[in-house]
């Protein structure tokens, strides 16, 4: 029996800001990427495709087509462990957006 982990994939511009991610619990890398990491892609994918977010970081204007995708293990083993650092995370990313997004592309 393989152990589970909780994988985190990020879209990323080149720049490292996060335009957006999602964690989930995968026993390898085959797994993280059908199960966290695919799903994420066609999201965004939707999201872009239906002017749901913009096609360029808000926080350093790098457009759609540079922005690329991580993904790798934590070191939680179950999202009921991660959850709570998870949270903290996405609220100070709310913060910095609120800081110093742009609201369009200028």
């Known amino acids: 029996m393989r152990d589970t982990r909780v ?3 990020q879209c990323l511009c080149p720049a490292r800001h996060t ?3 999602t964690a989930g619990e995968a026993t390898d890398d085959r797994d993280a990427e059908e199960e966290i990491a695919k ?4 999201r965004i994918g939707l ?3 239906s002017g749901e977010i913009n ?3 808000g926080l ?3 457009l ?3 922005w690329r995708y991580e993904l790798g293990p934590t070191l939680f083993r179950s999202m009921d462990e991660a959850t709570p650092v998870l949270r903290k995370l996405e ?3 709310a913060a910095t957006r609120a800081l110093f997004g742009m609201p369009h592309g200028g």
Do not use: S
Request: glycine share 0%; hydrophobic share 55%; net charge positive.
């Open 19 to 21: 335009i957006m991610a």
């Open 64 to 66: 759609a087509k540079t």
């Open 47 to 49: 999201l872009l495709a």
């Open 91 to 93: 609220a100070d990313q």
């Open 55 to 57: 096609p360029w970081c």
């Open 7 to 9: 994988w985190i994939c």
């Open 60 to 62: 350093c204007n790098a």
């Open 39 to 42: 799903p994420l892609r066609v």
